[in-house]
């Protein structure tokens, strides 16, 4: 007789399992390019006075680069974040609470960015949510960093080498565009995309790599299973001893202003 089948992690343990690798989402996940930010100012998101909320925070990655003319503010709901994002952006306090339930009162922003974060949400309801605390005129604004893979051959057999271990469950089930044309709270939603490159470690890749969902989730034996492939996948591309690694992004962000 076969053993019972492993059973799948659902979508809300694999969206805690990030608290027990906090300190590893902090080493290895990169932080969000200026284009993002010009672009995302362009439409009027960072006016002086602004009062700015960063949804599913996570460790500050994106909280730590936003203008102090605005008022800051955040909220993530795992603990061990909210304690490495108090200790990299101490300046900005951060609440727990969800995209579901937002700790602040109706009309207390202009804007509500989410970094990284989105596919997590229960899309409606958190919509929802965000504008009952958006003010008339505010506007969402939405990024994800994702692996470059046409930009570098390297990366590209990296990718698949990773996937063959531990495959991706973070992909959306509708498109973003299309999830926002759906609620009538908000307007027609703008899209950009901006590639550039990070210049790390491998230490860091393989950092980020166990900061994945995918691959944390997995029995221990499992996930040291893929990060050694993934780092015996590097140094068969880039020799073995690799110090510096420009590694290729492709950043795709969204900004939907409120209905008028």
């Given at each position: ?66 203008p102090i003319v605005c008022e800051l503010h955040a909220v993530e709901p795992l603990a061990n974040m909210r304690s490495e994002f108090a200790a990299a952006v101490p300046d900005v306090d951060v609440l727990g609470g969800t995209a579901e339930q937002i700790p602040y ?34 506007g969402l604004g939405l990024v994800w960093n994702e692996d470059d893979s046409d930009a570098a051959p390297w990366l590209a057999k990296v990718v698949d080498d990773k996937r063959l271990m531990a495959a991706s469950t973070t992909s959306t089930e509708r498109p973003v ?84």
């Amino acid at each position: 007789m076969s053993g019972p089948t492993e059973r799948e992690p659902t979508r809300t343990e694999l969206a805690g399992s990030f608290d027990a690798i906090a300190a590893a989402y902090e080493l290895g996940r990169p932080e969000y390019p200026d284009a993002v930010l010009d672009w995302w100012d362009e439409r009027g998101a960072f006016e002086p006075g602004h009062s700015v909320l960063d949804l599913g925070a996570g460790t500050g990655k994106l909280t730590r680069l936003l203008p102090i003319v605005c008022e800051l503010h955040a909220v993530e709901p795992l603990a061990n974040m909210r304690s490495e994002f108090a200790a990299a952006v101490p300046d900005v306090d951060v609440l727990g609470g969800t995209a579901e339930q937002i700790p602040y009162p109706d009309d207390t922003f202009d804007t509500v960015l989410v970094a990284q974060a989105f596919h997590w949400f229960d899309q409606g309801v958190a919509l929802d949510e965000i504008a009952r605390v958006l003010k008339p005129g505010g506007g969402l604004g939405l990024v994800w960093n994702e692996d470059d893979s046409d930009a570098a051959p390297w990366l590209a057999k990296v990718v698949d080498d990773k996937r063959l271990m531990a495959a991706s469950t973070t992909s959306t089930e509708r498109p973003v565009v299309e999830v926002l044309a759906l609620h009538d709270a908000f307007g027609l939603a703008e899209e950009m995309e901006h590639r550039w490159e990070l210049d790390t470690t491998i230490e860091r890749v393989l950092a980020d790599v166990l900061s994945r969902s995918y691959v944390s989730s997995l029995p221990p034996e499992q996930c040291l299973a893929v990060l050694t492939r993934t780092r015996e996948s590097i140094e068969a591309e880039l020799g073995t001893g690799v110090e510096s690694i420009a590694y290729p992004y492709r950043t795709v962000a969204f900004w939907v202003p409120t209905a008028e």
